[in-house]
């Protein structure tokens, strides 16, 4: 079995989960890569410090509902524009 099936395999597997478990599981990996920016700020990898925190917050954004909220802000501000025009 090579590397390309496993990580399929993987794949496969995490699609399978429920969509609860495919967030908390994202919430987990997040809160990982941003240990690995604690460790690479440390030894001076700024570079990678900048990628892994985008990504992870990225993450947490998308498995935290972010968007719900930021969409919902987004229809109260045009309700509040729209009545007080």
Partial sequence: MNVIDRIDSHI???????PIARRLVTILVCI????????AAKTGH???????SFVALVGLCWAT??????????????????LFR
């Fill in 12 to 18: 496969a597997a995490f699609m399978r989960m429920s």
């Fill in 32 to 39: 990982v890569l941003l240990g690995l920016v604690v460790v």
């Fill in 46 to 52: 700024e570079e990678a410090v900048n990628i892994l």
């Fill in 65 to 82: 509902g972010f968007w719900y909220v930021l969409r919902g802000a987004l229809v109260v501000l045009a309700w509040w524009l729209r």
